[in-house]
């Protein structure tokens, strides 16, 4: 509350959050196969970067192509990240190819 009358571009309702998690509830019955909390967390985190992209107005498609071949060679050998390093690739980073902001057809 103490946001929204601090802010007023806050909007009022969530109504934005709601849409982003309809997809996942969609389709929540069909995957059978996230019956494991290891799954579940997986589920979460691909949605989360998939929903973040989309709100960042990325194309979903070639933001996690970019995403999955940037990764591999961002983690070193020993399997860490240096976070200054992931900073490029945020769904909110001007440093994106142009692909990723091309519109859905």
């Known amino acids: 509350m103490k946001v929204f009358l601090s802010d007023g571009e806050v909007p009022i309702d969530n109504l934005a959050s709601e849409r982003a998690l309809r997809t996942f509830t969609i389709g929540r019955k069909n995957w059978m196969t996230i019956n494991t909390v290891r799954g579940a967390d997986a589920s979460a985190i691909i949605y989360s970067v998939t929903e973040t992209a989309r709100a960042n107005g990325l194309n979903v498609y ?21 976070e200054k390093e992931l900073e490029p690739l945020m769904p909110w980073s001007k440093d994106l190819p142009a692909e990723c902001y091309k519109r859905r057809k």
């Open 62 to 82: 070639y933001y996690m192509k970019h995403l999955l071949t940037e990764l591999t060679r961002v983690v070193r050998a020993d399997g860490s990240i240096d």
